[in-house]
């Protein structure tokens, strides 16, 4: 169906129509059923820089009316969705673990964020899970994912993975014991322990950059800060680098 911006208004222009046949020989009292596995609604020029669509993000159920030419009638929906720029996921939890819905992937547009909140009531969680279909489609459409703790974000583009397999993405937080983990009390925030992995791989290598924030107060000299890596093989901390930033 493709529908033509006329100039018309609302009240003024005719509901569009979907001509469905229904043969001669159907008896009365019959059942049909209806449905649109698919519905995208795309605006193409020329369209005028004020032009505000009439319809929400998200989800939006459109309940339209079938008359076949025996006067049988049949109501059916069309689900139409405005896809967003960023979607606010609200997390399923299961112990330490969660997973985000299809449904919130699928709204999510082109080059758009996935942000996973884990700042109310889910601190306690350490791995976020993808299935290899929900990765896939993040994929498609480039977007990014951004996992958000209190003490931690991270920002990473799905293009880094491959397709066909699960994603668990883990953030642990690590004690400040310098016995165990040498100079980790001299830490201005939180010491993390991050985890890639796709299938039985870990994922180390990445051909775009991934984003880390770790908010800071309090620090005599917050410009000064740098990020830093443990080198398990070496025993000593690399300089990764980073910069400061001030957020009023």
Known sequence: M???????TAAEAEAATIPIRIPASTKEGSKAAYEIVEANLEYKAPKEENFVSTFSMGKNNII??????????AACTITVTRLQPEVVATPVKDGVRATVSDDEINQLDEEGTLVIDLKKGLDEVTTIHFTAGQLETLINRQAK??????????????VNFAKGENLVISLERVDKNPEKLPSSNLAAGAVYDFTIQQGNTIISQFDHEIKLVFPISGAAHPEELKVFYWNPNQKVWDLIGGTYKTVR
């Open 145 to 158: 994912i951004k996992i958000v703790k209190k003490d931690v974000e991270l920002l990473v583009d799905a």
């Open 64 to 73: 339209i009316e079938v008359t076949a030419q025996n006067i049988l009638k």
């Open 2 to 8: 493709n529908l033509v911006n006329s100039g018309e």
